[in-house]
Each structure stands twice: as C-alpha cells, then as structure tokens.
C-alpha cells in the first residue's frame, strides 16, 4: 500500500518505524513536500499501517477502508475554500476526544494545513497540546514554514521530496497503461506531480489546454495581446470552474431543500433563509478556489516554460530531452523553447518569471485575477 509513495523511501522509512516501534510514536505529524509529492497518500496509508493488525498490509478491511476514507475512526479533511475556518476545525477538537471505535487509534487527517488561519490554528493547536491518548493528528503542507510555528514546533516533521521524473513515468507505465512516449511527456510536464502526470495522461483536453496555456508566450507581442490573451485565461478558468462545481453545487442544493421539507425554486420562509445562504456563500468560497487553482497551475506551467527558455539561454540544455545538460520539462516543445530563447536574452526571462511569481502570489492574497494576469500577461510581451 505504499507503492503510490514513488522515490519516498526516506519518509516511508519513518511512518513504517513508528507503527512498528511505539518508542517512535507520537500524537501530532507533520507531512510536508511540494504538490504531487505524495502527502495525501502517506497520511492515508500511514493511518491505514496504524489500523491494522499486521501493521500495513494492505489487503485487511482497515487497511482497504483506511485508504478509501470510509474507516470509522478515519476522518480526512480537505477544504475546498481558501482557508479552514474555526468552525471547520472545532467538530474536529471534539471528535479528537473520541476514544476509537473500534480500532487501536482515532486518526485525523488535514490535508491542507497551510490553510489554516491565526484563529483556526490556535484552536487546533489547544488539542496538540493536550492530546488523548489515543488520537493521532497528520497535518499536510507543502512546507513547515506554511503552518503556524507553535503547531510545527509541536508536530513530528516528516519531509517528502520531490519524486523522479523516470519513476513516476514507469508508474504511469505499469498501473495506468499509458504508452511509453507519452508517460515520459506527461511525467515531464507535470514536474513529478503524480495528480497532475495521471490527469494529463488520461484526458487530451488537459494536455490541449496545456498547450495554450503555453502558448500565451508566443501569442503576446505588445500590450493590446497581453489585455486580450489575460482576458482570456480568466475565462478558461472560470468555465472550468464551474464545470467542476455546477453539478455538485445544484445537488447540494437539491439535498437542502429536501432537508427542509421545501420545494425547489421557491421561495423559502424567513426562518431557513439563513441555512441557503450559508450554503451558497460556500459553494462561492469554494467556486472562487477552484478558479484561483487553475490559473496556479496555468502560471506554474507557464513558469516551466520560461525555466526550459532560460536553461538553453544559458547552455545547461541543448533543448531536447536525453541531450547534455539539463532535460527540458517541455519536452515536445523543445523548438518553440529554442526560438524563444533566441529572441530574448536571460535577463528578460528572469524578469518574466519574476512577474509570474509576483502574479501568483498577487493571486494568494485575493487580488482580483484579471487584474493579476492582465500585469503578469503584459510584462511577457518583448522587450526592446
């Protein structure tokens, strides 16, 4: 059940020892590597390997329903807002107060601990200080320095890092059946993100709007292309947005008005008002995330193509992969990532990828998009 852990050999060592050594044992971890690490699936085979009798064999009902997320004395949270609220964290200080079920441990899972603000944190960080004794905490983050300190200092640290790009490659190979040629493309462009690797492998029109994406670089030529080309990434990324959302917004919607007794698309009497719109204002939070999500990975790839650019600027790469040097992420680019390094010298690309980066973090801080791309966009276009 660790085999999706690809090139984690380090941290697995660790979460093998404390389930077979309870010296090594402890009530609060903290998982941290970059996205596509992996952090998800060691907290949940970590949770399962505690579970079961034989200590992780991946075939017993708490193993199975350890790794599914249906164990009862599991329960994983990943927000889909832009930050966990206190009152997403309090139920989860009084289920920490549970003794198990019926198993050894009662298992918390956050999956996003960076998302935790000064207020949630600190009535997590209660329950860390005076843990049951039987309740375990893995918190997720892409780094340390993405929780709050006084939670960290409080939390074993267990560091994932990022994975080969040949490994993930072969996995896509041998469990997704995906061809040779494209799993080494998608392994590439994904950065070792294995989310992203199977995504891409699987769905042409993730690897088509991929290519557009990077295509921006080439589109843009002055500032009236920057305005239209940022207009029209925030439209992509909010149609898709929606269409990861609609569906499930309109069912919960349908669920609540069930609840209620009432009858859908009309109005509801003054007294459950209340409970619609607090549903709507987190399908919006939630809506708003899914967006600002897109436009990352769009800035993140756009980022991996301005890095291949710089590469061959400064010769680490003869621009193809499996040449000297550094292989490219963008590796059925390589002549579009020549000719941009042709026309351009590196210290235009570094400041296009330090516009991009300011974008992203523009981004985090809830500017609003348009305008974070339309800056990002028109600091892309050529330089005299």
């Known amino acids: 059940m660790w085999d999706d852990l690809v090139g984690q050999d380090a941290a697995v060592a660790v979460l093998r020892g404390a389930v077979a050594d309870p010296s090594a044992m402890t009530h609060a971890w903290l998982l941290t590597g970059p996205p596509g690490s992996g952090r998800s699936n060691a ?12 200590g992780g064999c991946g075939e017993c009902h708490e193993c199975t329903t350890a790794l599914a997320g249906t164990h009862a004395d599991v329960e ?8 966990l ?3 997403d964290v309090e139920p989860l200080v009084q289920l920490a107060q549970r003794s198990p079920s019926g198993g050894r441990w009662r298992i918390i899972v956050i999956e996003d601990a960076d998302r935790l603000n000064e207020t949630s944190g600190n009535v997590l960080l209660k329950a860390i200080e005076e843990p049951p004794p039987r309740t375990v905490w893995v918190l997720c983050a892409p780094s340390p320095q993405d929780v709050l300190v006084t939670i960290r200092s409080r939390s074993r640290s267990v560091v994932l890092r990022v994975p080969p790009v040949d490994a993930v490659a072969r996995l896509l190979v041998e469990r997704d059946g995906v061809e040779p040629e494209l799993a080494d493309a998608v392994a590439h462009a994904s950065q070792s993100h294995i989310g992203l690797a199977r995504r891409l492998a ?3 029109e993730a690897r088509a709007r991929r290519r557009e994406v990077l295509d921006l670089a080439r589109r843009i030529r002055g500032v009236p292309d920057a305005v239209l080309a940022a207009g029209d990434l925030v439209e992509v990324a909010q149609a898709e947005a929606r269409a990861a959302t609609e569906e499930r917004d309109a069912e919960e919607k349908s669920r609540l008005y069930r609840a209620l007794g009432a009858e859908e ?7 459950l008002r209340s409970q619609l719109k607090s549903l709507e204002e987190e399908q919006k939070r939630r809506a708003t995330r899914a967006q600002r999500d897109v436009l990352d990975r769009a800035m993140t790839d756009l980022l991996s193509l301005y890095r291949d650019v710089l590469l061959v600027q400064l010769g680490a790469s003869d621009g ?15 002549d579009a990532v020549r000719t941009l390094a042709a026309d351009s010298t590196p210290e235009q690309t570094l400041r ?6 300011t974008a992203r973090e523009r981004l985090a801080a809830n500017v609003a998009p348009l305008l974070a791309v339309e800056a990002m966009a ?4 050529p330089q005299g």
């Not at 994983?76 to 930050?83: D, L, S």
């Not at 040097?325 to 390589?334: H, K, R, S, T, Y």
């Open 320 to 334: 193809a992969s499996g040449g000297r040097g550094i292989d490219l992420v963008n590796v059925e680019l390589a």
């Open 202 to 204: 699987r769905d042409p």
């Open 378 to 381: 028109v600091a892309l276009r």
């Open 43 to 54: 907290a949940r085979a970590f949770a399962a390997a505690l579970l079961c009798p034989r």
């Open 265 to 271: 698309g009309k109005p509801l009497p003054p007294a």
């Open 85 to 87: 609220r206190r009152q």
């Open 76 to 83: 994983v949270v990943a927000t889909e807002a832009t930050i």
């Open 352 to 357: 296009r990828m330090d516009a991009i980066g």
